[in-house]
């Protein structure tokens, strides 16, 4: 063991008798967690473990795996990560200088340690009182000088910063790969001039010939990238105009999701799709004096930036979902000369070299930056250590796709638009194996073809992705995706979501569940005019979440007619706030409380109550629970109010309407404040000056209606109008309520139904769309409403059917003449007798049994 380590000696622990897992345990507790495995690495180096395949291991683990656990994060404990980040980055340079000329990845992890390190001391502002950075520190350099080998630049800068001394720099290196050193990294060096000649011979990065493609392509905004107009997609809609060259640096409304649009560089792909329509050779040059720009303001760091070009989820977004655009249909131009192209092969290793030092907390960030991770590198096979970059990103993914996608396919995090973000980068990086002909491994593979279906089965009537939890501020179709899908798998549903119909084969079931997730969604047919509604009874997700558990959203006959708000900005606004919030949702609130599980760590992955899901040709059911909390808008955790929960049922007869059934309970029979909340989606006019109105709302206790001309209409008919204050508010700030966010922030109408009532109580309703022209609906008449069974009566022109409900317990249930035991029942006396039940043991009316169709809960 060299002498230098021994101060190293108060920050060990034994070394791990086992070797290192494949997968990083979710527990930092675990014996190899991020700081328990650094500080095992440590105590082994200083045992004197010789270079060999336990050390080699060892290294290739730590290498692999410096982030916290998803454990880690719900015990909400953040003092000790930037320690254990140190401990992780010293022991691997550590094992970096200990193992050079050994093994051929020792340079990997000396330079990404060094890194890590540099990042961690940084953080603490090298401050010389900072005993375990300053050991670290020492221990590093002192071995690189020993050994005479590179160190980062940072830590002699660091260095001279703590001990006040100028120490020689002749032999700092950087995450920066100039002109001259990078065919020292190639498997069969070349002169740097020669570089970009043998990349333009790449026939396998060509994308398909698109000109004339795409219906509604716009080429309008990349005319205005070409004279530097720059839209800002990412949780906003705005455009920004700049000068001569862009300010990589800008930051509009102290909003850090303005810094994504511009440093993830969207636009890039706009003026590569823009090439592929017109074949117009601005676009390429203007590309080609972006990359450039980038290029010569903003060199790659030597530490992990928090905000800013470099932040780690930009740099992985430019490899995965970016570049490739620019690959596939650019670097054949005139503009992408060689010169360029030997630009981009660089700049491509400084972002491998940079993801491979730093990772983020589990989340689409992490998938997204290893999916650039190894994008990058596949693009980069000229580089000898590619295989080792590639089986790191390889290794990361099979760690957090583990976790970050439900059994069901879908992304954990529960948000539509960060499901297709990593999904969609990890797609780029199969569709450039696919062009080499590299195999990924299967688990990856199917894991990816596994999220797809969420393109091919969630979208609305009208193609769209409903906009649950933070969503895209913009309008996303789903067909995109799907052709990206269809390209890498060779699925006709696939195909047939691509093409909107035209080509393919359709799915074989309409309505769909994805149980783990806890969302479904009922439809009648697939068409545009069909009728459809999405259900969320899931968990809180793991991140960008709202407070809408029991949510819905509801469309027919060509309309979106109840919606989910979405958001439009993440900045900290009053309005940001009511889009997460309970209120800004479909649900109950009660005293003026909404959900809380923001507060509940453990609802992130997971939810509590009962779920309940049928489907059949005739009718569809599903039901879920909300029982982890209730409390004011700014409410603290030790303010939470669990004594009170919610049940929400919706039955869907096919076709023809919705019955919502709610139960509140709680801990006693006084009255409270219940309030059912519906918000009545906008009317969308792309071509006006105000491109989301709000349409117009009639209420009264009887009836909620739209009212608007030309268009379907809904009808939303609660079943106990009596002492029922409905009310309809829109555009309103104080507070917040009464609002949409997609493509911006306009008033929408937020229609409160509330009563005082004591519990249990429930909140019925039929939801009764109508086509364009009618104006027709149903009455409905309470027959019974107790504890364990709510029965009703909904009567119209050609409609006359009985609804039974009942709860755990109800037991056999009598109302006018019919006889029910089981969990649901729609009894349909017009034009035939007919019972659509949810797990029926007894149906009988008149004391005769009926046809019936019958479904299992699930």
């Known amino acids: 063991m060299p002498a230098t380590l021994e101060i190293l000696r108060s920050y060990t622990t034994s070394p791990n008798d086992s070797a290192p897992p494949e997968l990083r345990p979710w527990d930092n507790k675990d014996p190899w967690g991020l700081e328990p495995a650094a500080r095992a690495a440590l105590g082994l180096l200083l045992a004197g473990e010789a270079p060999g395949s336990r050390l080699f291991a060892v290294a290739d683990y730590l290498l692999t795996f410096y982030t916290v656990g998803y454990g880690d994060l719900l015990d909400g404990d953040w003092s000790w990560p930037n320690r254990a980040r140190i401990l992780n980055g010293t022991a691997l340079a550590l094992c970096g200088y200990l193992c050079e000329g050994a093994h051929p990845e020792a340079e990997l992890w000396r330079l990404s340690g060094c890194a890590r390190l540099a990042t961690g001391l940084h953080r603490e502002k090298a401050a010389r009182g900072y005993r375990l950075g300053v050991d670290c520190l020492r221990a590093v350099c002192e071995t690189a000088q020993e050994r005479a080998l590179p160190i980062l630049a940072d830590l002699l800068t660091l260095q001279e910063r703590i001990w006040g001394t100028l120490v020689d720099h002749s032999r700092a290196e950087r995450l920066e790969v100039s002109e001259s050193a990078y065919p020292s990294h190639m498997n069969e060096p070349i002169e740097p001039g020669k570089l970009g000649g043998m990349l333009a011979d790449r026939e396998w990065e060509r994308w398909p010939d698109t000109r004339g493609a795409g219906p509604g392509f716009d080429t309008t905004e990349a005319d205005g990238i070409c004279e530097n107009l720059i839209t800002f997609h990412a949780h906003m809609h705005v455009r920004h105009q700049f000068g001569s060259d862009l300010d990589w640096h800008l930051r509009l409304f102290d909003d850090v999701e303005s810094t994504v649009s511009l440093a993830a560089q969207p636009f890039l792909h706009g003026l590569a799709a823009a090439y592929g329509a017109t074949g117009a050779e601005k676009y390429a040059r203007h590309a080609a004096r972006l990359l450039w720009s980038f290029y010569r303001q903003c060199p790659v760091p030597n530490y992990r930036q928090s905000t800013g070009p470099w932040r780690s989820l930009e740099a992985g977004n430019r490899q995965a979902n970016n570049w490739p655009a620019v690959m596939g249909r650019l670097a054949r131009t005139d503009a992408f000369d060689s010169a360029t192209l030997a630009m981009l092969a660089r700049s491509r290793f400084d972002h491998m070299r940079y993801l491979l030092a730093f990772t983020p907390h589990p989340s689409n960030w992490y998938q997204v930056e290893a999916a650039g991770l190894a994008t990058a590198t596949l693009y980069s096979p000229e580089l000898r250590q590619a295989e080792a970059y590639l089986r790191v990103a390889m290794r990361r993914l099979k760690w957090m796709n583990s976790i970050a996608y439900h059994s069901d396919g879908m992304q954990f995090e529960l948000s539509l638009?960060?499901?297709?973000?990593?999904?969609?980068?990890?797609?780029?990086?199969?569709?450039?194996?696919?062009?080499?002909?590299?195999?990924?491994?299967?688990h990856f593979v199917a894991t990816l073809e596994k999220a797809q279906e969420m393109y091919l089965y969630i979208p609305q009537p009208d193609g769209l992705l409903p906009t649950v939890n933070d969503s895209s501020p913009r309008r996303t179709r789903a067909a995109p995706y799907l052709r990206g899908a269809s390209n890498l798998f060779a699925r006709p549903d696939f195909l047939w979501g691509a093409t909107e119909g035209r080509e393919g084969r359709a799915p074989d079931h309409t309505s769909h569940a994805w149980p783990a997730s806890g969302y479904y969604v009922m439809r009648d047919r697939w068409a545009a005019d069909g009728q459809y509604l999405f259900f969320d009874a899931g968990p809180y997700g793991a991140g960008h979440q709202h407070e809408d558990k029991l949510n819905f959203i509801l469309h027919a006959h060509g309309r979106a007619l109840i919606t989910d708000p979405g958001i439009y900005s993440?900045?900290?606004?009053?309005?940001?706030?009511?889009?997460?919030?309970?209120?800004?949702?479909?649900?109950?609130?009660?005293?003026?409380?909404?959900?809380?599980?923001?507060?509940?760590?453990?609802?992130?992955?997971?939810?509590?109550?009962?779920?309940?899901?049928?489907?059949?040709?005739?009718?569809?059911?599903?039901?879920?629970?909300?029982?982890?909390?209730?409390g004011a808008p700014d409410c603290k955790a030790d303010a939470v109010d669990m004594r009170f929960s919610q049940r929400r049922a919706i039955f869907f007869v096919?076709?023809?309407?919705?019955?919502?059934?709610?139960?509140?309970?709680?801990?006693d029979v006084?009255?409270?404040?219940?309030?059912?909340?519906?918000?009545?989606?906008?009317?969308?006019?792309?071509?006006?000056?105000?491109?989301?109105?709000?349409?117009?709302?009639?209420?009264?206790?009887?009836?909620?209606?739209?009212?608007?001309?030309?268009?379907?209409?809904?009808?939303?008919?609660?079943?106990?109008?009596?002492?029922?204050?409905?009310?309809?508010?829109?555009?309103?700030?104080?507070?917040?309520?009464?609002w949409h966010g997609v493509l911006g922030e306009f008033p929408a109408w937020d229609v409160t139904l509330e009563r005082q009532a004591p519990l249990p109580a429930r909140l019925d309703a039929v939801l009764f769309p109508m086509p364009a022209g009618s104006v027709a609906r149903p009455t409905v008449r309470r027959l019974l409403a107790n504890d364990t069974v709510t029965?009703?009566?909904?009567?119209?022109?050609?409609?006359?059917?009985?609804?039974?409900?009942?709860?755990?317990?109800?037991?056999?249930?009598?109302?006018?003449?019919?006889?029910?035991?089981?969990?649901a029942l729609l009894l349909r006396?017009?034009?035939?007798?007919?019972?659509?039940?949810?797990?029926?043991?007894?149906?009988?009316?008149?004391?005769?049994p009926v046809t019936l169709t019958a479904g299992k809960g699930t």
């Open 417 to 442: 638009s960060y499901h297709a973000f990593p999904t969609g980068s990890m797609g780029a990086a199969l569709r450039v194996a696919r062009a080499r002909q590299v195999s990924l491994p299967a």
């Open 570 to 630: 993440y900045s900290q606004t009053e309005l940001t706030r009511y889009f997460r919030s309970a209120r800004g949702h479909n649900t109950v609130m009660i005293d003026g409380m909404g959900q809380a599980r923001r507060h509940r760590r453990e609802s992130n992955l997971a939810s509590e109550g009962r779920t309940e899901w049928v489907c059949t040709e005739n009718f569809d059911f599903v039901s879920g629970e909300y029982v982890e909390g209730f």
């Open 670 to 738: 006084e009255p409270h404040k219940l309030e059912q909340i519906f918000h009545i989606a906008p009317i969308f006019e792309p071509d006006a000056a105000v491109r989301m109105r709000a349409g117009a709302v009639g209420v009264s206790p009887a009836a909620i209606m739209t009212e608007d001309e030309g268009l379907a209409n809904l009808a939303i008919l609660p079943v106990d109008p009596d002492g029922l204050e409905p009310r309809a508010q829109k555009g309103e700030l104080s507070p917040c309520v009464g």
């Open 791 to 823: 029965a009703f009566r909904i009567e119209g022109a050609g409609l006359d059917d009985t609804f039974i409900l009942c709860e755990e317990g109800a037991g056999e249930v009598v109302v006018e003449d019919v006889r029910f035991e089981g969990r």
């Open 829 to 848: 006396r017009a034009p035939g007798l007919q019972a659509l039940a949810v797990e029926p043991l007894t149906v009988t009316v008149a004391g005769k």
């Open 654 to 667: 096919k076709p023809g309407y919705w019955i919502l059934c709610d139960l509140v309970r709680g801990p």
